[in-house]
């Protein structure tokens, strides 16, 4: 089970708390746990990344292992920690303005 916590918005948008779990068969990557997120929590979809382009949306950050995994491809591994369930994988809303 892959941990993911989730932003505000889209916990309030899912009806769920802070942190919620999904099956992702290895290799654990972005775009799996995304995948996983979207087909559990239908209402997802869309919010974190594009529907056509499947790129991650501009105010949108991922997180794993203390590291910034936002530009990192979308098929690249994520470290063991995650992938074994032991860290979460962090979606986080990005900060704009001045």
């Known amino acids: ?41 239908p209402m997802l979809r869309g919010t974190m990344r594009d529907h056509v382009t499947r790129e991650r949306r501009p105010l949108v950050r991922f997180f794993a292992c203390e590291e910034d995994w936002s530009h990192a491809g979308v098929d690249s591994t994520l470290p063991e920690a995650v992938a074994s369930g032991r860290e979460p994988f962090l979606i986080v809303g990005a900060m704009a303005g001045g």
């Open 1 to 41: 089970m892959i941990r993911v916590v989730l932003p505000v918005h889209l916990r309030t948008l899912a009806r769920v708390g802070s942190e919620v779990t999904v099956v992702v068969p290895p290799p654990v990557t972005p775009a799996a746990i995304l995948d996983a997120i979207e087909t559990t929590f």
